[in-house]
């Protein structure tokens, strides 16, 4: 957690919280697109998505998955947008990753779309062969390190009040 981010502070302070677990939090947004706008953040204090780990980016996305169905059920949602703004360009105005969790009705007012661009061949082919390059790299996936598992002593057995049946034969046999 940082003292400076908006997000952190957020999630500690536990200000309308829908769900949390031990890696990610989700509440309802400070500043709604529309009324039901959720957010959910890594609790650990990362500023790009590039930066989490990614076995928490899993949870992020689960949970989405599973708030986006509560929007549903809930909200009566005819459909969700899930967001992430990542980076400055991308509209990124807090310090720390968030996924948003829009739900949306026909006709809700809310403008999301963008006019697609006619690239040329060249561009196209330019970009695929950019991105393809990187992608080569995709494979490996950052697995959460196993946490030591705790050896409980058994209890020792205590006497009781009440005299043990089974005991009391015991102590009969000669």
């Not at 006619?118 to 959460?144: C, D, H, N, P, Y």
Request: aromatic share 6%; charged share 25%.
């Amino acid at each position: 957690m940082s003292d400076d981010c908006p997000v952190c502070k957020h999630i500690s302070i536990k200000s309308n919280l829908l769900y949390e677990d031990q890696k990610v939090a989700a509440f309802l947004s400070p500043s709604p697109s529309i009324a039901g706008h959720i957010v959910i953040a890594p609790k650990q204090h990362v500023p790009i998505l590039e930066q989490v780990p990614d076995f928490i980016v899993s949870e992020l996305f689960i949970k989405a998955n599973k708030l986006s169905i509560a929007c549903f059920e809930s909200l009566g949602a005819e459909g969700t947008n899930i967001i992430v703004q990542n980076g400055v360009a991308s509209g990124q105005t807090l310090p720390h990753v968030t996924v948003h969790i829009i739900p949306r009705k026909e006709n809700d007012g809310l403008q999301l779309q963008w006019k697609p661009r006619q690239l040329s061949e060249e561009q196209m082919s330019t970009v695929e062969l950019a991105v393809k390059e990187e992608a080569k790299k995709i494979g490996f996936f950052e697995k959460e390190k196993p946490k030591p598992i705790e050896v409980k002593k058994p209890e020792e057995i205590k006497p009781t009040k009440e005299e043990n049946y089974l005991i009391k034969q015991l102590n009969r046999i000669p």
